[in-house]
């Protein structure tokens, strides 16, 4: 697609239900990455995927957080259990290829989903 | 720790002005910074980088410097644009693929 896809735009959900987020990458993007933002915050580094490689798993904030990219595209960021501090937009990101993330080319990222946790 | 660090939440500026946005970061190890643009309901859209070899980089109507012995880098915007009006969020790198995000800066240019 000409942009990344992310859905659903808005999520409301009762605490302790689980949610799903789908980004969908530019197409022949290889690297893929989750950010979240909360209120009033800066973004901040949930997890990184790069072509076939394993995961960069550092961000995520706890076992009840984690993703999955089939296929090398679509990637899905579940979250587990849900508790009111998961509220917040969860933004996906892809760039050609992570080495070039920064030389002058950035990431491209989606709308992002507004998460809210009642 | 906020190892990047945007102080002024707000900063409003008339049409045709400089704008100067700041950025303080405290990690020497950041290796590239970044700027991002954002726009209500939307996702950052990224603007311009330097890498910590340089201490400018200009594009167009934006420059970027960087004063690695203060740990600060700035956002220049000449002549400030209605449609410059955005959140801009200051980012770093350190190592891996991550980047470190400020919370952003509200920028409203008025006419």
């Known amino acids: 697609g000409a942009g990344v896809s992310q859905s659903p735009s808005n999520k409301v959900t009762e605490k302790g239900k689980d949610v799903e987020l789908r980004c969908d990458p530019i197409s022949g993007h290889t690297a893929l990455y989750w950010y979240r933002q909360s209120l009033g915050q800066g973004l901040e580094f949930l997890i990184y995927f790069q072509g076939n490689s394993a995961p960069d798993k550092s961000g995520l904030p706890s076992d009840r957080f984690s993703a999955e990219r089939t296929g090398g595209s679509v990637s899905t960021l579940t979250i587990q259990r849900t508790q009111q501090e998961d509220s917040a937009v969860y933004l996906c990101?892809?760039?050609?290829?992570?080495?070039?993330?920064?030389?002058?080319?950035?990431?491209?990222f989606g709308s992002g989903t507004r998460l809210t946790v009642v | 720790d906020q190892q990047v660090k945007q102080n002024s939440p707000s900063l409003s500026v008339q049409e045709g002005r400089i704008s100067i946005l700041n950025c303080d970061y405290t990690n020497s190890m950041f290796d590239y910074f970044l700027w991002y643009k954002k726009y209500p309901a939307e996702g950052p859209t990224f603007l311009i980088s330097i890498s910590s070899i340089k201490d400018k980089n200009e594009d167009g109507r934006f420059t970027v410097f960087l004063n690695k012995s203060a740990k600060h880098l700035s956002l220049h915007i000449v002549p400030s644009q209605p449609g410059d009006s955005a959140v801009y969020f200051c980012?770093?790198?350190?190592?891996?693929?991550?980047?470190?995000f400020g919370k952003g800066t509200s920028l409203l240019v008025t006419p």
């Open positions: 990101a892809s760039s050609l290829e992570a080495g070039l993330a920064y030389m002058g080319y950035g990431y491209t």
């Open positions: 980012a770093a790198r350190a190592s891996g693929y991550a980047l470190n």
